[in-house]
C-alpha cells in the first residue's frame, strides 16, 4: 500500500494521461495496521480505525481483491483469483505486467504441535485480534456460569506461545482487558484468571535488548503472569496445553505467536529465494539477478548496508518496510525514467512494546525506558506512523475518550456466526462454526 501510495503520487501525470495504470492485487481490501492489533483486541480502538480501506487512499489506482495465485515473470503475467472467480465459472484471471512488487508480508510459522491446528488460534489478523477478544469475554462468562470445576479451571486458563512482539503485547493488553472485566463478574476475581506465555528462548522481546527483556518479565511475572523461559508447547490435544517442562494446563485457550514465515506466494513465482524462502534481493530492492520485479518488507531479504558485518539482511518489521516501500516507489519511478537507482540505507532506530495500560519498554536511539514514558511513546510513535491523518485523528480520539470513561467489556461473538439466529428462527439447526476456540 505504501508503495502504491507513493507511485500514485509520483506518476500523477501519466496516470491521468493513461501513460501508466498502476493495479494492487489485495486477499483483503483494507491495509491492516498490524502494531495496533493488541489495543484493539484490548478494546482501546475500534476495529474498523486499525485499518486503512484502500479504494479510499489510493483512487488513482485499480484495486483487484484477489489473491495471486502464481507468477510466470518470463511471460509477465500474474494469475489471480477474485471472489468472483467461483461464481462466475470463468476462472482466474491473467494480469499482465510491465514491473512487478512483490510485498505479501507473512504468515503465521507453525510447527506440527499434535492438536495445534484444531485449537490454536493466530495474533496476524484484525479477525483474529477481535474473535480473541470476544472469545476471552466468553470464557469469562462460561467460567461465571459452569458447575463443573474443571470447566472453569480450563476457561480461565489463557495458553500464549511465543515471547517475541505479538505474543507478549497480545497478552499484556488481554490480560489488563480481562482484569478489569472481572470486576463486573460477581464469583470471578483477577486472582482466578491464569495467563502463561511460553517462550522457547531464555528471553522475551529480543528487540528491545537484554536488560529491557529481564524488565518485562519481571514486569509480567508481578501481574500474576506466568512466565515460561527454555520451553516449548509440546502437545494441546483435547484443550490440553502439555509443555516440555512436564506441566499440563487444561485449557480453552491457545494462542500461536511462535513467529512467521515468508507468504506461501513466493514458491510460486519461480524468482530466487534465501534459505528462509524469502526473495533474494538488492539494496536497490530488485529481485536477485531479475528485470522488472522488486520486493520490500517481511518477503524480501534486503542487504543491511548498516551493518558492520556482511550477508546481514534488513529485519522483518514495520519500521524497515514502511521506508523500504518509498525507497522502492522512487526507484521503480527512476527505472522507468532510465535514472540510476538508490540503495535503501537505514540505521535502526529502536523498539517500542506495550505491556498493557500505561506500561511499556523502549529502546530508542541508545536510551532504554520503562515503565509510563516508555509506554507514552509508543503510542506516540505509531500514532505517527499509522496512514492517512483519516486514521490518525480517529484513534487519538478515541484514546482521549478511553481516558475519560470506563473501558468496554462486551462481547459480540455472534458477530463470527450472524445467521446462527435467524437459522433458529427458521427451525434449521444452525451450522457448526468449526472454531474451536470459541
Not at 529465494?273 to 520490500?296: I, Y
Request: proline share 5%; hydrophobic share 40%.
Amino acid at each position: 500500500m505504501y508503495t502504491a501510495l507513493r507511485l500514485q503520487r509520483k506518476l500523477k501525470q501519466r496516470l491521468r494521461s493513461g501513460e501508466a495504470e498502476i493495479v494492487v492485487v489485495a486477499p483483503e481490501p483494507y491495509m491492516t495496521y498490524q502494531p495496533f492489533l493488541p489495543e484493539a483486541a484490548a478494546g482501546s480502538i475500534s476495529p474498523r480505525h486499525v485499518v486503512v480501506p484502500l479504494r479510499r487512499v489510493l483512487p488513482h489506482c485499480t484495486i483487484v481483491i484477489g489473491e495471486a495465485r502464481s507468477i510466470d515473470h518470463s511471460k509477465r503475467t500474474a494469475t489471480v483469483t477474485t471472489l468472483a472467480s467461483g461464481e462466475d465459472g470463468t476462472g482466474a484471471l491473467e494480469i499482465e505486467y510491465d514491473e512487478i512488487v512483490l510485498a505479501p508480508g507473512s504468515v503465521s510459522r507453525t510447527l506440527p504441535v499434535p492438536g495445534l491446528a484444531d485449537h490454536g488460534v493466530g495474533f496476524k489478523t484484525i479477525e483474529e485480534a477481535i474473535g480473541l477478544r470476544n472469545h476471552v469475554i466468553e470464557q469469562m462468562d462460561i467460567a461465571s456460569a459452569t458447575r463443573d470445576p474443571a470447566v472453569r479451571d480450563a476457561a480461565l486458563t489463557f495458553v500464549f506461545v511465543g515471547g517475541g512482539y505479538a505474543g507478549v503485547e497480545a497478552l499484556a493488553e488481554l490480560e489488563d482487558m480481562a482484569r478489569y472485566t472481572s470486576r463486573y463478574y460477581h464469583n470471578i476475581k483477577a486472582e482466578d484468571l491464569k495467563w502463561i506465555l511460553v517462550e522457547a528462548t531464555g528471553r522475551i522481546l529480543p528487540e528491545v535488548g537484554e536488560s529491557l527483556g529481564r524488565y518485562a518479565v519481571r514486569e509480567l511475572r508481578g501481574r500474576n503472569i506466568d512466565v515460561r523461559l527454555d520451553t516449548r508447547l509440546d502437545s494441546c490435544e483435547d484443550r490440553i496445553a502439555v509443555l516440555s517442562d512436564g506441566s499440563r494446563f487444561p485449557t480453552r485457550t491457545l494462542v500461536w505467536t511462535a513467529g512467521v514465515k515468508p507468504a506461501p506466494l513466493l514458491a510460486a513465482t519461480g524468482l530466487p529465494l534465501d534459505e528462509r524462502g524469502r526473495l533474494s534481493c538488492t539494496a536497490r530492492l530488485t529481485v536477485e539477478g531479475t528485470e522488472h520485479a522488486w520486493s520490500a518488507g517481511d518477503a524480501a531479504a534486503v542487504p543491511d548496508l548498516t551493518a558492520g558485518e556482511t550477508g546481514r539482511t534488513t529485519a522483518p518489521n514495520a519500521q524497515h518496510a514502511v521506508r523500504q516501500a518509498k525507497v522502492l516507489a522512487d526507484n521503480v519511478v527512476a527505472a522507468l525514467d532510465g535514472a540510476p537507482l538508490t540503495e535503501y540505507r537505514h540505521s535502526y532506530a529502536g523498539s517500542v512494546a506495550s505491556l498493557g495500560l500505561h506500561k511499556g519498554v523502549a529502546h530508542i536511539y541508545g536510551r532504554r525506558l520503562k515503565g509510563y514514558p516508555a509506554w507514552l511513546i509508543h503510542r506516540m510513535y505509531h500514532l505517527s506512523r499509522v496512514p492517512t491523518f483519516n486514521r490518525k485523528a480517529r484513534v487519538l480520539a478515541e484514546w482521549t475518550l478511553a481516558g475519560l470513561f470506563k473501558r468496554e467489556i462486551v462481547s459480540l461473538g455472534s458477530l463470527e456466526h450472524p445467521r446462527a439466529e435467524f437459522e433458529l428462527a427458521a427451525g434449521r439447526q444452525p451450522r457448526p462454526d468449526g472454531d474451536d476456540c470459541q
